[in-house]
């Protein structure tokens, strides 16, 4: 968990768009379709263009650090999708961190309900803690509904394929 949180954290320093299991992922998890970007949507340009940052060292050297200590497995993952970013077009570059941008203001928003809901009164340090572990945990909960999904579509599709072929000889 830590390792795939470790991953998520350093595509995301990237600017990548991880968005459940596959990394270009047109539909969103949970909620209704993202709607595709206004005409007008610009990507916003980087703060430093180059010079380093005044928080602390560049991000390159953090992510270097971050990547080295991941798995050859999860790091040969995280170079490919590395790779297949830098090939994407500019505009689908755009249109993938918007439908990013979109999901981040919905898990806010969830956070910000789960926070009223929970009738807890917090401080800033303690508000950072409680998103933290809802994330975490939402995040849990989403990979286990996927898995679920991925089981019952397994299930079903073999008898889906035999029912479309009965279909199609049927209408010949």
């Known amino acids: 968990m830590a390792r ?12 990548i768009a991880c968005i459940g299991p596959s990394l270009l992922a047109q ?11 206004p005409a007008d949507y610009e990507p916003r340009p980087p703060k430093f263009g180059g010079e380093p940052r005044p928080d602390g060292p560049p991000r390159g050297k953090k992510f270097r650090k971050r990547l080295e200590e991941l798995s050859p497995e999860d790091r040969q993952k995280v170079l490919e999708k590395m ?14 961190r918007f439908i990013q941008g979109e999901r981040e203001k919905r898990t806010n928003q ?9 009738g807890l009164e917090l401080n800033e340090e303690q508000r950072r803690k409680f998103a933290e572990i809802y994330r975490a945990e939402r995040r849990k909960v989403e990979e286990e509904l996927r898995s679920e999904m991925d089981q019952k579509r397994k299930e079903r599709l ?11 000889k049927k209408g010949q």
Not at 27 to 37: A, D, T
Not at 160 to 166: G, I, Y
């Open 158 to 168: 073999p008898a889906l394929q035999q029912k479309v072929v009965e279909l199609y």
């Open 4 to 15: 795939h949180r470790l991953l998520l954290t350093s595509l995301a320093l990237l600017g």
């Open 27 to 37: 539909e969103p998890v949970v909620g209704p379709p993202i709607p595709p970007p």
């Open 83 to 96: 790779r297949r970013w830098e090939q994407l077009p500019g505009d689908e570059k755009a249109h993938q």
């Open 110 to 118: 969830a956070v910000d309900n789960a926070l009223k809901n929970s």
